[in-house]
């Protein structure tokens, strides 16, 4: 059996928000994911519900002839349900401590369990070139089931849109990243 499956993280966006649009330059980027996957045999999409993952996306899908699967289990974490000056700070102690929990917010281990579920799902399913889009947070999480290493600062050295390619075989795992910064 060889799977392969494509982490996307959304496009540019204004705003954290569940219903923040892309940019102009977001918008641009969605399209240059269709170029880019034009070749590869998607056989299924999954996308985190908030507006900025499915407009990332949907150009494909379309040009693929896919419906999105929206998935809640892709949405990112909430690191907070209050606002924090130095969010920065604190996302960085999350990765430091899975457990934490700010008022209002989801700790670390809950979006892990969250990334775990949605990816037992689809490693199970008869699909066999999926594409999961999310958000920067999740998909960082997404990347630690394969690669436990895979926190912070690789979180902080993603792009937005990025792509990782994940090549799973009886044998063994592949985990590449694969986009590279078009502007």
Known sequence: MIK????????KANGQEVDAPLTDKGK??????????????????????????IATIQPLADFKGLSIVEDSRLSERVLSGVPLADWMDKLKQSFQDFDLVFE????QSSGMKRAISILE????????????????????????YFNENFGYDELMGMSNPDVFEFVVSDEKTLLRRIWADID
């Open 28 to 53: 641009e980027q969605a399209l240059k994911l269709v170029d880019f996957f034009a070749s590869k045999p998607i056989g299924k999409i999954y996308s985190s519900p908030f507006k900025r993952a």
């Open 104 to 107: 209002g917010g989801e700790s």
């Open 121 to 144: 799902e689809v490693l199970s399913s008869k699909d066999d070139h999926i594409i999961l889009v999310s958000h920067g947070n999740l998909t960082t999480l997404l990347i630690r």
């Open 4 to 11: 392969t499956i494509y982490f996307v993280r959304h496009a």
